[in-house]
């Protein structure tokens, strides 16, 4: 059962993470107006790692986490 159930979140976890790789390439094609994407995805992306860099240490290590986590 518990093995069902992680079984299903790691496809839900490879859809989004398919689905924001298409978000990224349709918005690097087609510019920031994208119908669909629903935002920019590319300035939260900086936004994001901008954040974990001026965190330092902490940031460093929060990607090395994220990182771990989409390794699996």
Aim: net charge positive; hydrophobic share 65%; proline share 1%.
């Amino acid at each position: 059962m518990l093995d069902q159930i992680l079984g299903a979140i790691k496809k839900f976890t490879e859809i989004g993470i398919a689905l924001l790789a298409l978000g990224i390439v349709m918005q690097v094609i087609f510019g920031k107006v994208v119908p669909f994407v629903g935002g920019d995805i590319i300035a939260h992306i900086v936004n994001l790692v901008a954040v974990l860099g001026s965190n330092g240490l902490v940031g460093l290590i929060a990607v090395g986490v994220i990182w771990a986590i989409f390794k699996r």
